[in-house]
């Protein structure tokens, strides 16, 4: 087997390709038909391959054409290298930029957002020889790491635009009571808002003044709610799994929630309306220069929401920046 070191040089791109169509016809004559050449110059392109490749790679007679193990690899590769190559083709055809590099996006979790997933879906599709890097984590920290000038874009909970921070409303999130099935109010045929009045609550650590989810407390200050906040969490899953185990009441985003209160454990509590909307932001450095990539992830997710474009279209170039 030729060394790892000198195998690409040695190997003969062409070969690859007449390799695949062997493959695919599974008959060095037809092979022949489709390349337009005389089965001999397949055969021998095959033999040149096989030299270069240190062993069989098709096993062949009258009643059987099969690839070789070693041949079923190499097939496998040759696929890669020419997806990769059809990649290219549509992307120089379409004219649109051949970015590439990686995009790193921090995003709260539980994003739930059907327009965010489809165009997901369409970016990879438009860009596809850029890499995606996502963490999830509380709004607080993504605010905390897009202030200090990370090289990321983010998808959080902003109550506030600052110098530091740009930001544009994407995803409007209502949010409502909740209580888990193991809570009294759970199985009560009818509940009132005067019910919940008394009831220990779950809440997020944001869940206070001046912080991202202030709407929800200046909710229960506004309409008096009594009960004690006995647990905590910072994280949509781990308030879910609170309110699963009967700590109190709570509230959450409703998209977020509509799957629990459909298979059983959580029900939706009054006021039938929800009690506060607060939107998911996409954020950004306004102190540091952004790459094409980011600029185009921007404006391409606005557009999807029906959001203006916080860039012009001149800075799909690059030219544009953050400030």
């Known amino acids: 087997m030729p060394q790892p070191a000198i195998f690409a040089d040695r190997l003969h791109w062409g070969l690859l390709h007449t390799f695949l169509v062997i493959a695919e016809e599974k008959s060095l004559s037809r092979a022949a038909l489709r390349l337009n050449v005389t089965p001999s110059a397949v055969s021998h392109s095959l033999r040149r391959l096989e030299e270069q490749t240190g062993g069989r790679l098709v096993d062949r007679n009258r009643q059987r054409f099969a690839l ?91 109550p506030r635009e600052t110098r530091d921070i740009r930001r544009a409303p994407l995803i409007p999130q209502r949010y409502a009571l909740y209580c888990g099935r193991n809570h009294p109010l759970f199985t009560r045929e009818r509940v009132t808002r005067q019910d919940l009045l008394a009831e220990n609550f779950v809440s997020f650590f944001s869940d206070q003044m001046g912080d991202s989810l202030a709407a929800l407390a200046e909710y229960r200050e506004k309409h008096r709610f009594t009960g004690t906040v006995v647990a905590s969490a910072n994280d949509q899953d781990e308030v879910k799994r609170l309110l699963y185990a009967g700590y109190g009441i709570g509230c959450l985003a409703d998209d977020s929630a509509r799957k629990d209160v459909l298979e059983g454990r959580l029900r939706r509590l009054p006021p039938e309306k929800g009690i506060a909307d607060v939107p998911v932001y996409l954020v950004w450095s306004g102190q540091r220069k952004l790459q094409p990539a980011e600029i185009i992830f921007i404006n391409g997710l606005c557009d999807a929401f029906g959001r203006e474009r916080p860039f012009p279209a001149a800075g799909e170039t690059g030219e544009t920046h953050g400030a």
């Open 68 to 158: 070789t193990g070693q041949g079923a690899l190499l097939h496998e590769a040759a696929l890669d290298i020419c997806k990769r190559i059809n990649v290219l083709d549509t992307t120089f055809a379409s004219g649109v930029p051949a970015i590439s590099g990686t995009l790193n996006l921090l995003m709260l979790s539980t994003l739930v957002s059907d327009t965010f997933d489809i165009f997901l879906t369409d970016f990879c599709k438009r860009f596809p020889l850029l890499a995606m890097h996502v963490e999830t984590l509380p709004s607080s920290i993504i605010l905390k790491k897009i202030g200090q000038n990370l090289p990321s874009l983010g998808l959080a909970l902003c």
